[in-house]
């Protein structure tokens, strides 16, 4: 689960970082380069997860985390938007999968 999710989502943040320059609070700094910093680092997480590697499920779990930040982030921006109450309310769902996300990384099989 979490490494085809990984591998999707960092392609996507190689390939179209623009779907998630909104979600990085101005606060960071260049967007684009945390975007691009956060699908490379899904990518080798995947990778890790896939071979096994010692390092993956921890290194997976604080990406996991990291990438809660821009999570929130683009709820509140979606909550102060007028945008319908469906989006608003599936943003905010989305939240607390981060959750079981973290724990099935940290409980990945390692070599």
């Known amino acids: 689960m979490v490494i085809g999710a990984f591998t999707l989502s960092g392609v996507v943040h190689l390939v179209r970082p623009q779907v998630f320059e909104p979600m990085i609070p101005e606060q960071l700094g ?3 380069a945390w975007v691009i ?4 680092a899904e990518l080798v997480c995947a990778a890790g997860l896939a071979t096994r590697q010692p390092w993956a499920p921890a290194a997976t779990t604080a990406t996991l985390a990291v990438v809660a930040v821009g999570n929130l982030q683009m709820a509140l921006d979606v909550q ?7 989006q608003k309310v599936a943003v905010w769902a989305r939240l607390p999968l981060q959750v079981p996300m973290m724990k099935a990384a940290w ?3 390692k070599s």
């Open 80 to 86: 102060r938007s007028r945008r319908p109450v469906w």
């Open 107 to 109: 409980n990945s099989p």
């Open 37 to 40: 910093g956060s699908g490379v």
């Open 30 to 32: 260049d967007a684009r």
